[in-house]
Structures are given as C-alpha cells and as structure tokens.
C-alpha cells in the first residue's frame, strides 16, 4: 500500500487491515478523558482516521458523515485522529457534529497502530475508513492514497448499510 501526504510518500506503523479481518482491539481517549476500546462499541460500525478535525478536509468528511448517519439506519459513527479531546469536543460542538462520535489517539497511538493508519513522518493519522459489522469482522476498507483527499463516501454509506 502506498500513501502520500501532499505527494511525498509516508511510512505508516502496523499492518494494512482487509476486508474479513477481524477489527483489532485498541484503545482511545473519550472526550471526557476516558477510554474506550473495540469492545465498548457494537452492532455495526464506520471508523473514520483522520488527521486533524480542525482542516478543510476532515472537517468537510466529518461533516458530511454528520449529516448522512442517520440515512445508514442503526449504524455507530466514530472518528479516531490525534487531536487532544478538548480540542476535538471544541470543534464538535462548534460545528454541530452530534452524530458522529470522536475520539483521541492522541496518548497511546494505539488505533493507529492497530489499523496501520499512523503516519511516522507526521505523528498524525492517515485518513482512511473501516466498516465493521456486529462480529467484528472488517466488510469495508478503504486506505485513502492522498492524505489530503475525500474517501469514496457512496462506497462507505453502500458497505454501512449493507453490514448486519
């Protein structure tokens, strides 16, 4: 797999995940400063990386993920990137973003590192988007090959929905 940030290649910690895979455990930061891991999620889910909330482009993706939620019927959306959780409940409740759950890798890169989306270079998140469905099980992967370009959104919203 290749990923560029502003074309220069970029080196990412962990290994590339694929459809079928099993989700790997990991842990992250709530906004309220407490954790979360893999196993305090369920039923079907889309995790989004990203590297800052507070750009043109996630901002746009966390937007537009925001407002279609709620079209993907009972489907969780979580948003993983570096970003300190005050920062992230901040921009959040700045931009209205009350579907969408974001969440911080910011203390042990621990998500990162187990979906292969920690960019060395930057010591931030590449951007990319995992389905996972009630089992676990990845059914929708997709490792965005610019970091500074949108995910295919129809292609996610077709997996979600169709995930049990």
């Known amino acids: 797999m290749s990923i560029t940030f502003k074309g220069s290649p970029v080196t990412l910690a962990g290994s590339e995940l694929k459809v079928g895979d099993k989700m790997p455990d990991f842990v ?18 889309v995790f989004l990386s ?8 996630c901002d746009l993706e966390v937007r537009t993920f925001n407002q279609e939620v709620a079209s993907l019927g009972d489907v969780s959306v979580y948003v993983a990137s570096m970003d300190l959780p005050f920062a992230q409940t901040r921009w959040c409740g700045a931009n209205g973003i009350d579907n969408v759950i974001s969440v ?9 590192k ?18 996972v469905d009630s089992n676990n099980e990845i059914t ?15 292609s996610v919203y ?6 049990k």
């Open 104 to 112: 911080s890798d910011f203390k042990d890169r621990s998500f990162g």
């Open 158 to 163: 077709m997996a979600a929905r169709t995930a």
């Open 28 to 45: 992250v930061m709530k906004n309220d400063m407490t954790p979360m891991h893999l196993s305090d999620t369920k039923g079907v889910r």
């Open 140 to 154: 929708y992967v997709e490792y965005v090959p610019e970091i500074g370009e949108q995910p295919s959104f129809e």
């Open 50 to 57: 990203v590297p800052s909330l507070d750009t043109p482009v």
């Open 114 to 131: 187990a979906t292969g989306t920690y960019v060395n270079e930057l010591g931030l998140l590449a951007r990319a988007v995992f389905v």
